[in-house]
């Protein structure tokens, strides 16, 4: 494989995946659903969480489905280049932070995205399914102890970068791109969570499982069609 092609290969390869990132699954599921735009209402954060406020946990489900589907499709189509067609190790990384990328900036939601938790999920499946299994638990602990989803995820961002290093050659082969790859990750996720540190250092952070009145911020339930009757 030339030089030239094979810098069209990677960057044919990155465009991909930060598209496949765009696809904003929160507003694609609330709309095949019949449920609000989840960026009219709560955190009017394009996510699972957010989508989770119209009380419609399928509708939930499947944006964290599909939302963790595409990052680990991503690295999967990466690594598939890199075995059958030449292309070198660190591509999987860059498919990584690509498909990332496009869920923070997505380009069909004018750059304004979601946190990408779910999506980091994804990619560090498609990195190593036991540091995904590590993160997770991570999130779980500090979810379960401290009834914060923020807080969970910022966490659970911190120590992906040190499973990763320290498991490194014991638990899984290491990598140094994927290293990276996994700390620009984890660095993008815990700004994208900046108003949420500043919640939690205020105590004015939301916890798992509170309630909020349909008054507040709008109700986020079905969307009203206009022009009908009134009856």
């Known amino acids: 494989m030339s030089p030239s092609f094979l810098v069209l290969a990677i960057l044919a390869l990155v465009a991909l995946a930060y598209v496949l990132g765009s696809i904003p699954f929160a507003v694609v599921v609330s709309r095949i659903m019949g449920l609000s735009d989840p960026r009219s209402y709560g955190s009017k954060n394009p996510g699972a969480t957010n989508v989770l406020r119209t ?13 963790a589907a595409k990052g680990w499709a991503a690295v999967w189509l990466a690594s598939l280049a890199v075995r059958h067609w030449g292309l070198p190790g660190y591509a999987v990384g860059l498919a990584g932070v690509a498909v990332f990328l496009g869920h923070v900036y997505p380009l069909f ?6 946190k990408g938790v779910a999506t980091a999920l994804g990619v560090l499946l498609g ?12 999130w779980l602990i500090v979810a379960f102890a401290t009834r914060y989803s923020s807080l969970a995820a910022i966490v659970a961002a911190i120590f992906a970068p040190l499973y ?24 993008l996720l815990c700004y994208r ?31 009203r069609r206009s022009g009908g009757r009134k009856h």
Do not use: M
């Not at 399928?58 to 939302?67: C, M």
């Not at 939601?109 to 979601?114: D, S, T, V």
């Not at 995904?132 to 991570?138: F, I, L, P, W």
């Not at 939690?200 to 969307?223: F, V």
């Open 55 to 67: 009380g419609n946990r399928t509708a939930a489900a499947l944006t964290l489905l599909g939302d």
């Open 109 to 114: 939601l004018k750059f304004k995205g979601g």
């Open 127 to 138: 990195f190593q399914p036991w540091l995904a299994a590590a993160t997770v638990a991570t």
């Open 164 to 187: 990763y290093l320290f498991g490194g050659n014991i638990a899984w082969r290491f990598e140094g791109a994927i290293c990276l790859a996994v700390v620009v990750i984890s660095v």
């Open 193 to 223: 969570h900046q108003a949420n540190i500043a919640r939690l250092l205020a105590g004015k952070e939301d916890r798992i499982g509170k309630n909020k009145g349909s008054a507040e911020k709008g109700h986020p339930g079905p969307r």
